[in-house]
Antibody
């Protein structure tokens, strides 16, 4: 079965660090583009970061310079290293597979949607 | 950033109704538009990608249309399990953005 399972969420003080993990089964993280998406309590969805199969990464402005998306050497686990955490980082964090990932000579890297989502892991930033 | 505006934000409907949700983009996103359903306490579920392609396993009562800046999600004959929040997402440019969501509630 194709699935992802997030872990690592916790209650953390402002300014602290946390590393989230996303374990994939049924497919290779290395061969896919993967994203992190978060959802603050009672709010909508916010894209956080993406990593291409080739290792290129992009971030939302709200986390750039503080968060790092990466993969492990076995390429079965995705990570999100979160530093300098703030109260507004409080959210459920989801990892998601990007479907239809491909490269186009004119448009560059393309993908269709986020087709596999985990159940999420909760990060609460509070003193 | 590309802003996505969904309307309505709240939709009251009955089982069997046909409902339409609109997503307008602040600039053109071609057909790089997806729709998701989120039930309470659950992860989002992909319904539509490429503006109009129904994801495998999604009931045929869900359909999507549009391109450029205006898109619609239509649910024909609303079922009890369809009462949820629906989000559109653009995948044309960074940052990837979502609409604010449309809550479909029981009338």
């Amino acid at each position: 079965e194709v699935q992802v399972v997030e872990s690592g969420g916790d209650l953390i003080q402002p300014g602290g660090s946390l590393r989230l993990s996303c374990a994939a089964s049924g497919f290779s993280i290395r061969s896919n583009y993967m994203s992190w998406v978060r959802q603050a309590p009672g709010k909508g969805l916010e894209w956080v970061a993406i990593i291409y199969s080739g290792g290129t990464t992009f971030y939302s402005e709200s986390v750039k310079g503080r968060f790092t998306i990466s993969r492990d050497n076995s390429k079965t686990t995705l990570f999100l290293q979160m530093n300098s955490l703030r109260a507004d980082d409080t959210a459920v964090y989801y990892c998601a597979r990007m479907s239809g990932a491909r490269y186009d000579d004119l448009r560059g890297h393309l993908y269709d949607a986020m087709d596999v989502w985990g159940q999420g892991t909760t990060v609460t930033v509070s003193s | 950033d590309i802003q996505l505006t969904q309307s309505p934000s709240l939709l009251s409907a009955s089982v069997g109704d046909r409902v339409t949700i609109t997503c307008r983009a602040s600039q053109g996103v071609s057909s790089y538009l997806a729709w998701y359903q989120q039930r309470p306490g659950k992860a989002p579920k992909l319904l539509i990608y490429g503006a109009s392609t129904v994801q495998s396993g999604v009931p045929s009562r869900f359909s999507g249309s549009g391109s450029g800046t205006e898109f619609t999600l239509t649910i024909t004959s609303l079922q009890p399990e369809d009462f949820a929040i629906y989000y559109c997402q653009q995948l044309n440019a960074y940052p990837l953005t979502f609409g604010g969501g449309t809550k479909v509630e029981i009338k």
